[in-house]
């Protein structure tokens, strides 16, 4: 078999490992045994754990085949989570598809931060009311109704989101994880499909500049634009001033926003918010960039 002018000659679980690591690494992926790994365990049907006791199993053609495939799809640049049709995100595994930004680490950082402040805020509100807006796969608002489904069995959970196809996603998501009963979907734009008052709204929002050349080439190729560009104002920081004019219809009186901001733009997102009446927190992620920012008007300075 051949990937181009590469001839495979492999038949077995260490072999195929080998040169789909090889592969990768020709093509300057920048974890090319993981993936390699991770391509082959899904293709497998088992987990990564399991193969290095299997090395020197053989792999059935049609096993390998698929494997291959999948291989020549990652060293174009195809994110690992679309081939494999799954990505783990705070301890559980949500399904992906190219309809959906595939969820990051460093988002996890927004699960955290608003489980600390319901949890510290449980005592006098304990049915708070959240909305995750531009849920995607959901990650964050299934995240949220696992981990407080103990300590705030009254909490209620609304996820927005303008693409249908993001939405159909996030609610298989949600029926898998055992969260479905916990979570309100509602299609629409930003803000504009909720109703009442909520004690906090969370969102990951499009904040990459419409000309930024920063963008790694495979996440433009591949993620969905809608998820990842600011294509309203296109300086990446529209989304923000839309959440900043909209807000005040939606936050409870002692309500905050809870928002991821990219690498280089908390000054300016910051300052958006200060001069809009909000006290203003930041956060960072485990490499060191503050990354979540919260809006929060019964903190601003006086």
Request: charged share 25%.
């Amino acid at each position: 078999m051949t990937l181009g002018s590469m001839r495979v000659h492999a038949q077995t679980i260490a072999e195929l490992l080998a040169w789909g690591e090889r592969v990768l690494r020709q093509h300057r992926l920048p974890t090319p045994r993981l993936d390699a790994e991770l391509l082959l365990a899904a293709h497998l049907g088992v987990e990564r754990s399991e193969l290095h006791p299997r090395a020197s199993a053989e792999v059935a053609p049609g096993q390998e085949e698929r494997f291959l495939a999948a291989i020549a799809d990652r060293a174009r640049g195809v994110p690992v989570a679309y081939l494999t049709g799954e990505r783990e995100f705070y301890g559980h595994v949500f399904r992906v598809t190219p309809a959906v930004l595939v969820p990051r680490p460093e988002t996890e950082l927004l699960v955290e931060w608003a489980c600390e402040r319901l949890r510290a805020r449980a005592q006098a509100r304990p049915a708070p009311r959240i909305a995750d807006v531009g849920t995607g796969s959901g990650c964050i608002a299934v995240a949220l109704a696992l981990e407080l489904a103990a300590e705030l069995p009254a909490l209620e959970l609304t996820a927005t989101d303008l693409s249908a196809a993001a939405m159909e996603i996030a609610r298989a998501n949600a029926e898998r994880l055992g969260a479905a009963a916990r979570i309100r979907f509602v299609e629409g734009d930003l803000l504009a499909p909720l109703s009442g008052r909520y004690d906090l709204i969370i969102s990951n929002p499009p904040y990459v500049a419409a000309d930024d050349p920063g963008l790694h080439p495979h996440v433009a190729a591949f993620e969905p634009a809608i998820a990842l560009r600011d294509v309203h104002e296109g300086d990446g920081l529209g989304f923000y001033r839309r959440f900043l004019r909209d807000a005040p219809r939606c936050l409870a009186p002692e309500g905050a926003l809870l928002l991821e901001v990219g690498d280089t733009q908390i000054g300016a997102v910051s300052e958006l918010f200060r001069k809009g009446g909000y006290g203003v927190e930041s956060r960072r992620d485990l490499a060191g960039i503050e990354r979540a920012l919260l809006a929060d008007r019964r903190t601003a300075a006086k």
